[in-house]
């Protein structure tokens, strides 16, 4: 086990805790950097879309994790900026200028909606950024010499520095991981900065943040505009990925697919939202590959456990009318919510930091480690 | 006039449907302050469950509907023990997943159950007409509203004089203190899943004629309920319905005199707006916190 001395606040607030990070970071970027060259195309497709989900995840993190403001909006941030991008790529706007126009508009609105999230707690503000969400998605289905209303707007493949980058291309893939990459530096600098650690200040007790001379109401906003301004860069990229936008793809769903990405990750780590995205975004292609091959594999198992061919032909029809069932895959997200929320609250990354902790301390472990804490006296209600 | 007069009935009876299931919401808020995200959806199964009982096995309507309310008590309160009781006393953000999660679960296996048909229960109710004057008001719509009327001031007397009311108002204060003074807190927790589950069931039956029951009724009007529970302050019975009544009569009025569109989003915009000015709804207790 290395022990790490900590001598000065310096040491502390370092983005490379030990050499050891140096290493496994450099490897991971090292792979991301050679996967378009070796994975099939589908698979980088699924690639591109972790990047963007991981993208949204982190700022989420901000608000939600760190800031602790919920929010089942964010589906509307995505929007305003895939629809921003869509919009000026009509009038032959560069991608580098839409791209960054795209994220201040969506900080603006974000600034916007944080203002009169400033009054608002828990359930309040949860239910009053799912108004937002429900209004922007109303305008966009209404606008229609802007948005095309209903029909949805095509996105043109982008042009980058002259070059046109297909939405399949390496260098796609490329560009969104360099934001994905450059979001997640700037969000570890911001949350060592004095911001970041007014945000988790609010988070932790609004009141006493406000006693340390914290203006609660400026950082709640600068939240907001941070994360919406994050997820509107993810929603240029979305929309080149998908090439076609419309309403009722940004809709409470796609929000709460984000809330999920963060819950399932671990909400008090920047790794959460990545691991939430690649579980996220791989689970349709394993819940099809399970579909596609349970079947046989649980015939194979029942007939080496001697079942006699018809029965096992008989099992495997089953299995497969099972499987085949509509609706089976909300069942099984369903109930990959509730068995997070009860038996992992803290995410796969919090089961990480158990493995890794189990093997660090290896006779010594105990549960109780992470055993949360629970209050009786709410404190939500009067706060 | 008579326009406006017709609007305003059919809205009132389309917000006592929000405010029915809003009830169910503010009713688990009131006694345990987790907001139950698949209330919706525990409407629709009560629905399913009557539709079952009366439209397949062939029971009496009144048979039915008893039958359906009493399965859909046990079933909330089997809902209670599995998924909310281990989650009790953690942040409410988590159990707002978990119930979301649960609302996805039986949607899911609603469909996979009943198929994703609209299915419909005869009821008493479905045909017959009032009319006053030139006033036209379906039997169906006056039942929702007699139905609100009566399970509105049954649970506000339920809560307010008797002693299980009373017990569970004081758990959803403190559990612990609760506790201390000899209330048996997960008892009653259950009791109020197994009460909230059954409203949800008779705002399930009784729009039934109104909205059909298929799998995803519960997410539509659940999500119309919400807001409806939080213009009337989560926690406050009466708020609930008068929240319902408000979102009902805007959505009806927006939908008649505003240019399309403004029917959806109206009851959103009204409920941002009250929100800015009253951050606690309409009813809602406004208390700050002592350090």
């Given amino acids: ?383 | 006039m008579l326009d406006f007069v017709q609007q305003l009935v059919s809205g009132v009876a389309l917000g006592c449907v929000y405010g029915l299931i809003a009830l169910g919401f503010v009713l688990v808020y009131k006694a345990t302050e987790v907001v139950n995200f698949a209330q919706g959806d525990l409407m629709m199964l009560g629905g399913f469950f009557a539709f079952t009982f009366i439209g397949m096995m062939g029971l009496n309507y009144w048979i039915g509907f008893a039958g359906a309310v009493a399965a859909m008590a046990l079933f909330g309160m089997l809902a209670e023990r599995v998924v909310v009781r281990p989650i009790l006393g953690y942040p409410q953000f988590s159990i707002i997943m978990a119930t979301i999660g649960l609302g996805y679960f039986l949607r899911s296996v609603a469909g996979m159950v009943w198929g994703t048909d609209d299915f419909k229960i005869d009821t008493p109710f479905s045909q017959g007409v009032l009319r006053i004057g030139s006033l036209v008001l379906a039997h169906d719509k006056l039942s929702v509203i007699a139905a609100t009327v009566i399970l509105c001031a049954l649970l506000w007397l339920f809560f307010n004089k008797t002693t299980l009311g009373t017990a569970m108002r004081a758990s959803s204060e403190n559990m612990l203190a609760a506790y201390y003074m000899g209330i048996p807190v997960k008892r009653v927790v259950s009791i109020v899943w197994a009460i909230s589950a059954a409203v949800a069931t008779c705002a399930g039956v009784l729009l039934a004629p109104i909205t059909f029951i298929h799998s995803n009724v519960g997410l539509v009007l659940g999500l119309k309920a919400f807001p409806a529970a939080v213009l009337g302050g989560f926690g406050s019975i009466p708020g609930a319905v008068v929240g319902g009544v408000l979102i009902g009569v805007i959505e009806s009025m927006a939908g008649f005199y505003l240019a399309e569109g403004w029917k959806d989003v109206a009851p959103y915009i009204v409920l941002l707006a009250v929100l800015l000015l009253k951050p606690e709804g309409l009813f809602g207790l406004h208390v700050r916190k002592k350090v």
């Fill in chain 1, 1 to 383: 086990m290395r022990f790490l001395f900590k001598t000065d606040y310096e040491d502390d607030i370092r983005l490379f805790p030990h050499s050891g990070y140096v290493v496994s970071y450099g490897l991971l970027l090292a792979v991301l950097l050679i996967a378009p060259y070796v994975l099939s195309s589908y698979l980088m497709s699924q690639l591109v879309f972790v990047c963007i989900y991981a993208t949204v995840g982190v700022a989420l993190l901000i608000l939600t994790g760190f800031t602790g403001q919920a929010s089942l909006g964010h589906a509307a941030f995505l929007a305003i900026g895939a629809y921003t991008a869509a919009y000026l790529q009509k009038y032959n706007v560069p991608f580098p200028v839409y791209f960054l126009a795209a994220g201040a508009l969506t900080g603006l609105i974000g600034a916007l909606v944080g203002f009169p999230a400033l009054r608002l707690q828990g359930i309040y503000l949860v239910i009053a950024t799912i108004s937002f969400a429900f209004i922007v998605e109303e305008i966009l289905a209404r606008w229609e010499s802007v948005t095309n209303g209903n029909e949805g707007m095509r996105v043109k493949a982008m042009s980058l520095l002259g070059v046109t980058v297909s939405r399949d291309s390496p260098t796609f893939y490329f560009l969104c991981l360099a934001v994905l990459v450059l979001t997640i530096v700037g969000t570890l600098n911001l949350l060592r900065s004095p911001t970041g650690r007014a945000f988790v200040a609010i988070r932790d007790s609004e009141t006493a943040a406000r006693s340390m001379g914290i203006n609660v109401a400026l950082y709640k906003v600068k939240s907001f505009a941070i994360s919406a301004a994050i997820t509107g860069f993810a929603g240029v990229l979305f929309a080149h990925k998908l090439s076609f936008i419309s309403p009722e793809m940004f809709t409470l769903q796609l929000s709460i697919e984000f809330i999920i990405v963060i819950l399932i990750g671990g909400t008090f780590s920047l790794h959460g939202a990545v691991l939430g995205a690649i579980f996220i975004v791989m689970i349709d292609p394993f819940l099809t590959y399970l579909k596609d091959d349970m079947p046989g594999i649980i015939a194979g198992l029942a007939a080496t456990f001697g079942a006699g061919a018809q029965s096992a032909g008989n099992v495997q029809s089953k299995v497969a009318a099972f499987a085949s069932l509509n609706g089976l895959k909300g069942a099984i997200y369903g109930i990959i919510i509730v068995l997070f929320v009860l038996f992992e609250p803290l995410g796969l990354y919090g089961r990480w930091l158990k493995i890794k902790l189990f093997f660090q301390l290896f006779p010594l472990y105990k549960r109780a480690t992470f055993k949360r804490q629970k209050i009786y006296v709410k404190s939500e209600r009067n706060r």
